[in-house]
Nanobody, 126 residues
């Protein structure tokens, strides 16, 4: 059984940084494409960032490009989301997601990911 556990969320001020972690267990982590998504109150869940199996390929939403960095360590079964220059509009519940199957669609598509974490709250005050 696959488990994804996020951590690292919290309350910060605008301009601050946070690093989210997602620990994965139950399947071979190096075979998973990993994504981060977020959902703000009253809004649809949206794509934030994704990394291919080796971490060599990364993808970002335009809204976070240049501020957020996704990385992974396959030896530690962990993916991170480093978030810098946080803005109040970054406030959301952040979810990590894993895909262990081949998928021809976009890394930003929720349909790619079969496994999801429980989410971690990030609140950015102005």
């Amino acid at each position: 059984q696959v488990h994804l556990v996020e951590s690292g969320g919290g309350l910060v001020q605008a301009g601050d940084s946070l690093r989210l972690s997602c620990a994965v267990s139950g399947r071979t982590f190096s075979t998973a494409a990993m994504g981060w998504f977020r959902q703000a109150p009253g809004k649809e869940r949206e794509f934030v960032a994704a990394a291919g199996r080796s971490g060599g390929m990364t993808y970002y939403a335009d809204s976070v490009k240049g501020r957020f960095t996704i990385s992974r360590d396959n030896a530690k079964n962990t993916v991170w989301l480093q978030m810098n220059s946080l803005k109040p509009e970054d406030t959301a519940v952040y979810y990590c997601a894993a895909s262990f199957t081949l998928y021809s669609g976009s890394y930003s598509s929720e349909a790619r990911y079969a496994y999801w974490g429980q989410g971690t709250q990030v609140t950015v005050s102005s």
